[in-house]
């Protein structure tokens, strides 16, 4: 089982400790790429249930940031839960990465939104469709939301993103360095809006001024905070100047 990269993949990012000795807790991604995160059709649910019931004292949560989680589940059970999880698509090892967006509904169901939320961040997840590439940038939180009441928690996003209405038209303020948590802050503003066929470019040039400047092991809120938004505001505009 240790020699399974994929599980161990999956340990890594989807399982995290318990305060019981043989136990975990474990995470079901509702994140894999290119789906509306948070979503889960009838079916998952089912074997959900089944997982909760067989491994987790029939108990199951969801959190804020659109997962489930098997809060009880016995060390020893942990490869069959991950295969079991794996075989429903319930087993993205992507917990904590780029990918892992919170997103509210947006204009695609909600009729207070300015903008889509779920098509920014489907283009996102598609932009980083790359595991080794998401290990390699590390801890990073996204959230988007579809107007200013900020269901999808923009505001405290390592990267926040916010649909704005403009002249009737749908565009998407950014902002970085925000944060939940005990050191919490809002993010700051980087400048004028994009368009949506813009977003996933933005957010790669973002990354790429993290992975020039980062120390090491620090994240991408650290960085952010060290630097200010000079240096990203710089790359994300000139690029926009030249396209
Ligand atoms: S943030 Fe706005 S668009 Fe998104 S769900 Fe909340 S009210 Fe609707």
């Known amino acids: ?108 169901f909600c009729s207070l939104a300015n903008a889509k939320s779920i098509p920014i961040a489907e283009a996102i997840q598609m932009q980083f469709d790359n595991l080794d590439y998401l290990y390699e940038i590390g801890d990073l939180e996204l959230n988007i939301s579809g107007c200013m009441n900020a269901c999808g928690h923009h505001h405290v996003g390592h990267i926040g993103i916010l649909g704005v209405d403009k002249d009737g038209s749908e565009w998407y303020q950014v902002t970085i360095g925000g944060k939940q948590g005990n050191d919490a802050s809002i993010g700051t503003v980087i400048g004028p809006s994009f368009s949506a066929e813009e977003m996933p470019g933005v957010v790669k040039r973002l990354i790429e001024v993290y992975v020039r400047e980062r120390h090491d092991e620090e994240r991408f809120i650290d960085t952010v905070r060290r630097l200010g938004v000079a240096p990203f505001k710089a790359h994300v505009y000139a690029e926009k100047e030249t396209a």
């Open 1 to 108: 089982m240790a020699s399974n990269p994929a599980f161990a993949a999956w340990v890594k990012r989807c399982v995290q400790p318990h305060r019981v000795p043989g136990y975990r807790a474990v995470t079901l991604s509702l994140k894999p790429h290119g789906k509306a995160p948070g979503d889960i059709t009838s079916e998952q649910m089912h074997v959900v249930a089944d997982l909760a019931d067989a491994y987790s004292f029939g108990e199951l949560r969801s959190s804020h940031e659109q997962n489930l989680i098997l809060a009880d589940v016995q060390l020893s059970d942990l490869f069959a839960v991950w295969e079991k999880a794996r075989a429903a698509g319930l087993a993205t090892p992507n917990i904590g990465l780029l990918t892992d967006i919170i997103c509210c509904p947006g204009g695609d």
